[in-house]
């Protein structure tokens, strides 16, 4: 049996510490006591949560008596170290106490979340507006290129006269070029311009299939000269794929509407800047920021389709790619 699957989450240490109170159990909770550590029941409704949690919705009936053993035997150990880390004020001090807030913040928002969108399902028409504008954001043309890095002007100039003089671009890259992309010849596979760096973007746009750039290119990786080899349209997802996911970008976006009439509503004032230029004072500690609604997502993407759009924050690319960070 894998007991790492019952383990509980540092914050949920932190979190049973700050909201268990020692003598009358979680707020609310009548529910009869599994355990008592140090007089503190371990109710029946908390264990139950514990256990839905940690194994993906299932309840203790679905668990053997081992595992149902092991599961309350972590949560005794877990309340235990808890309520050690109260006796020493480790839950009033440094960053322990903001991890504290933060968890409570996240769970919170999360909570009102929830309640506010359980009667507000996005309709039909709204997922297919939704659907509409993501399509209208998507760019229309893929690019298939390939290049070759390198660390100076001078020498990506050189790479260029040896391309006008006939030398295969796939073999200077293999021999020249400092990107792990050599090993394929400069190939960098398929992408929309949105996930490269701006000027690598740009010369690739401009380019005619088969033509390279005869002006080496310069961005924060070095100096490129670029192949075009050949370009695509991008072919969006149909509405059915991407539904479940134009529900979360709905919903958080209505979500997000929620979250601005809150605050017009509230009294709010800053000082950051008021501190000793524009940042913080010597010895000032700033208040954690709090949790912010989901961004919305990017264009649709269907899993495995052709021409995709990418992910809203591109994954950081290996070695000297041109790819955005």
Known sequence: MNHSRFALPVLALAALAACQPKTSGLASDNSPAVATVNGAPITRNFYDFYIKGVTGGKSPIDLTADQRGLALDNLIRAQVVAEQAVKEGLDKNGDTAYMLELARLNVLEQAVQDRYLKDRQPTDQELRAEYETQLAAMPKTEYH?????????????????????????????????????????????????????????????????????????????????????????????????????????????????????????????????????????????????????????????????????????????????????
């Open 145 to 325: 290129a390939r290049h070759i890095l390198v660390a100076t002007e001078p020498f990506a100039q050189k790479i260029v006269e040896r391309l006008e003089k006939g030398e295969k671009f796939d073999a200077l890259a293999k021999a020249e070029s400092m990107d792990a992309s050599k090993n394929n010849g400069g190939d960098l596979g398929w992408f929309t311009p949105a996930r490269m760096v701006p000027e690598f973007a740009g010369a690739v746009m401009a380019l005619k299939p088969g033509e390279y750039t005869h002006k080496p290119v310069q961005t924060q990786y070095g100096w490129h000269v670029i192949q075009l080899i050949e370009t695509r349209e991008v072919t969006p997802p149909p509405f059915d794929q991407v539904r479940q996911r134009l529900v979360q970008v709905v919903q958080a976006k209505k979500f997000r509407l929620y979250q601005d009439e809150l605050l017009r509503n509230a009294k709010v004032e800053k000082f950051l800047d008021k501190t000793t230029g524009g940042a913080p004072a010597p010895g000032a500690v700033s208040a954690p920021p709090a949790p912010s609604a989901p961004a919305p997502a990017a264009p649709p993407a269907a899993p495995g389709a052709t021409g995709t759009p990418p992910p809203p924050t591109p994954t950081p690319p290996p070695a000297n790619n041109p790819k955005k960070n």
